[in-house]
C-alpha cells in the first residue's frame, strides 16, 4: 500500500533562517505531488505542484521555493523565512491518471 | 475561476443529531468532488467522493450527493458521534486531464459534538 511521510511535524523558526521540509512518498511511481498551505482559519492553499522530476508548477507568489530531486521525494524550502510564513504546511500525492489526493500529517511552522 | 463555498461554522451539535454541512462550487464542466476530514492535530483524510452527477459517496456513516443541477454536494449523518468533531473540508478537482489532480478547497467547517 502506498504511504506518505512528512516530516518534522512541527518547527519553531526565527525570522530571517532557512526552512527545509520534507515530503516523501512510498509504494507509487510516477506521483502527482504538492504543497499546500493552511493559515490560521483559513482553508487549504495550494503552493507547488509537480508532475515528474524536476518540474515544479507554483500556484502563488511566495517566498518559498519547491524541489523534486528524486521520484517521489518532495521538498518545500525558503531561503529566509517571514513571519507570514506559519502556517500548517500539507504534502500530498495523487496517482498520476486519477483525481484525489492523499495527505501527509503535516508540519506546524511557527516562525518568531 | 473553480471555487467551493461551504457553510460558514462553527457547527455544534449533542450526539445523535443529524448533520448538515453545505458545500456549492463553481467550475466549468464536471468536475470530481470530495469530502475530507481533518482531526486535530492531523493532515486531511477522504472521507466520501463522487465523480459524475448524481453518483452518491458514502463512509462512515456520511453521505453526500453530486448535484449538478444546483451545483451542490451537501454533507449529512443522521447520527453524530464526539469522535465525529473535527474539521470538514469540501473540495473539487477540475474535469479533463489536465488538471493533474490539484484541488481547490473550501474553507472548512469546524464542527463540535458534545454528549
Known amino acids: 500500500s502506498q504511504t506518505i511521510h512528512q516530516w518534522p511535524a512541527t518547527l519553531v523558526q526565527p525570522v530571517g533562517s532557512p526552512l527545509s521540509l520534507e515530503c516523501t512518498v512510498e509504494?507509487?511511481?510516477?506521483?502527482?505531488l504538492y504543497w499546500y498551505r493552511q493559515a490560521a482559519g483559513r482553508g487549504l492553499q495550494l503552493l507547488f505542484y509537480s508532475v515528474g522530476i524536476g518540474q515544479i508548477s507554483s500556484e502563488v507568489p511566495q517566498n518559498l521555493s519547491a524541489s523534486r530531486p528524486q521520484d517521489r521525494q518532495f521538498i518545500l524550502s525558503s531561503k529566509k523565512l517571514l513571519l507570514s510564513d506559519s502556517g500548517f504546511y500539507l504534502c500530498?500525492?495523487?496517482?498520476?491518471?486519477?483525481?484525489?489526493?492523499?495527505f501527509g500529517q503535516g508540519t506546524r511552522l511557527t516562525v518568531v | 475561476g473553480n471555487s467551493v463555498t461551504q457553510m460558514e461554522g462553527p457547527v455544534t451539535l449533542s450526539e445523535e443529531a443529524f448533520l448538515t454541512i453545505n458545500c456549492t462550487y463553481t467550475?466549468?464542466?464536471?468536475?470530481?468532488l470530495f469530502w475530507y476530514v481533518q482531526y486535530p492535530g492531523e493532515g486531511l483524510q477522504l472521507l466520501l467522493k463522487a465523480t459524475k452527477a448524481d453518483d452518491k459517496g458514502s463512509n462512515k456513516g456520511f453521505e453526500a450527493t453530486y448535484r449538478k443541477e444546483t451545483t451542490s454536494f451537501h454533507l449529512e449523518k443522521g447520527s453524530v458521534q464526539v469522535s465525529d468533531s473535527a474539521v470538514y473540508f469540501c473540495?473539487?478537482?477540475?474535469?479533463?486531464?489536465?488538471?493533474?489532480?490539484?484541488?481547490?478547497f473550501g474553507q472548512g467547517t469546524i464542527l463540535t459534538v458534545h454528549p
Open positions: 500530498a500525492w495523487s496517482p498520476r491518471m486519477n483525481t484525489e489526493a492523499f
Open positions: 473540495a473539487l478537482s477540475p474535469a479533463g486531464g489536465t488538471s493533474y489532480g490539484k484541488l481547490t
Open positions: 509504494g507509487t511511481s510516477n506521483p502527482n
Open positions: 467550475a466549468t464542466g464536471y468536475p470530481s
